[in-house]
């Protein structure tokens, strides 16, 4: 029922910036927490960052604490991940997605609709 469509992934030197896209189609969007969650090579999906219904709390990973900024765009039912200072550790396939409930996690098992991911790769 809910549909995510991501973009803004690509390759960029280290120290330089990308900010991702995700927007959603389907019900009661508004309503509902969003996360950012990440895929480096040979590694499990882990948790970037997470944000209310109502864009009120964030939560970062320590990893990427300082550097990225999540936000959401309600009227435009679009959520952002600004990486600011990338590094080569940052590479990765960036996924987003729809919470189950109102509020964030950090845990994948909380997250019920996900975008298809896109690839960012940060050179040395």
């Known amino acids: 029922q809910v549909q995510l469509v991501e973009s803004g992934g690509g390759l960029v030197q280290a120290g330089g910036s990308l900010r991702l896209s995700c927007a959603a189609s389907?019900?009661?969007?508004?309503?509902?927490?969003m996360g950012w969650f990440r895929q480096p090579p040979g590694k499990e999906r882990e948790f970037v960052a997470a944000?209310?219904?109502?864009?009120?709390?964030?939560n970062y990973a320590d990893s990427v604490k300082g550097r990225f900024t999540i936000s959401r765009d309600t009227g435009k039912s679009t959520v952002y991940l600004q990486m600011n200072s990338l590094k080569p550790e940052d590479t990765a396939v960036y996924y987003c997605?729809?919470?189950?409930?109102?509020?964030?996690?950090?845990?994948?098992?909380?997250?019920?609709?996900w975008g298809q991911g896109t690839q960012v790769t940060v050179s040395s």
């Open positions: 997605a729809k919470g189950k409930g109102l509020y964030i996690s950090t845990s994948y098992r909380a997250y019920d609709y």
């Open positions: 389907g019900r009661a969007f508004s309503i509902y927490g």
């Open positions: 944000i209310t219904w109502n864009g009120g709390t964030t």
